[in-house]
């Protein structure tokens, strides 16, 4: 029984990145790591760095607001500057996928720490050419999943 038990945690396992290729799959990781280091060493700016601007824009510009990207840079590094901040991210429990026009992406269950306060919610993570970005991600909001599909409409979000 137990040695069943092992072989279905083996194969749901790897079931989790059944869709990313190996290769791909290594370098999501490998930036995970350093992505999470950033909130270690406290280095808002490269955080901010990884966020998907092409999202993150187009949020900006439905709700008319094209200023909310500087406030948003500032609010977080400030947020990292100034409090205890640590990120980890559940890859192994991710959502992946490479979109038809070949765009490779994982919704990664994560928790953020901010002064001891985990918060547990999803990041989106998209390889867009050749850099890895993340970006916060909610299914039940609308306005974020719409921005979202509209840069890349054929991700097949939750």
Do not use: H
Request: proline share 6%; charged share 25%; net charge positive.
């Amino acid at each position: 029984m137990k040695k069943l038990a092992l072989i279905w945690l083996s194969i749901c396992s790897s079931l989790a990145y059944a869709e990313l290729p190996k290769s791909v799959e290594m370098e999501l990781s490998k930036e995970i790591k350093a992505y999470e280091k950033l909130y270690q060493d406290k280095r808002g700016k490269k955080i901010y760095g990884y966020v998907n601007q092409k999202i993150i824009g187009n949020m900006a510009e439905k709700v008319g607001m094209p200023e909310v990207l500087k406030s948003m840079e500032l609010l977080l590094v400030n947020l990292i500057k100034n409090r205890q901040v640590s990120l980890q991210m559940d890859l192994p429990d991710a959502q992946t996928g490479i979109s038809p026009s070949g765009i490779a992406y994982a919704i990664i269950p994560y928790v953020m720490n901010i002064d001891g306060n985990p918060v547990k919610e999803k990041m989106l993570a998209i390889k867009d050419g050749k850099m890895w970005t993340f970006s916060r991600f909610n299914s039940d909001n609308p306005l974020m999943k719409k921005a979202i599909q509209d840069v890349y409409p054929d991700l097949e979000l939750p």
